[in-house]
């Protein structure tokens, strides 16, 4: 059973940053799609955003339009991580943010997830 816990959201400034790292366990991560959805408030968890994901073992990288260029996803092969560095936060990145994998790869469904870890972007 795979399992991943979140860390690093806030309450930052418009314009400010925050990095979430999310820690995974319980498999070997060789074949794994690993991603960063976020669900904004109001929203139903059907209508979660994929954010940015990464293929485990090549490490090729999607990004949503709204966040290429702000937004970085990385991992640390070592610590099973992965994280997303947020830069030029603004108000509509407010959410709730998940960390997410799938031994299928990236996509809109995934197998696994992680509890959530809430940032605010205040204006």
């Known amino acids: 059973q795979v399992q991943l816990v979140e860390s690093g959201g806030g309450l930052v400034q418009a314009g400010g940053s925050l990095r979430l790292s999310c820690v995974v366990s319980?498999?070997?991560?060789?074949?794994?799609?690993l991603a960063w959805f976020r669900q904004a408030p109001g929203k139903e968890r059907e209508e979660r955003e994929l954010v940015a994901a990464l293929k485990w073992s090549v490490g090729n990288t999607y990004y949503k339009d709204s966040v290429k260029g702000r937004f970085t996803i990385s991992k640390d092969n070592a610590k099973n991580m992965i994280y997303l560095q947020m830069n030029s936060l603004k108000t509509e990145d407010t959410a709730v943010y998940y960390c997410?994998?799938?031994?299928?790869?990236?996509?809109?469904?995934?197998?696994?997830w992680g509890q959530g870890t809430h940032v605010t972007v205040s204006s």
């Open positions: 319980g498999s070997s991560l060789g074949g794994y799609g």
């Open positions: 997410a994998a799938d031994s299928r790869g990236y996509g809109p469904v995934m197998d696994y």
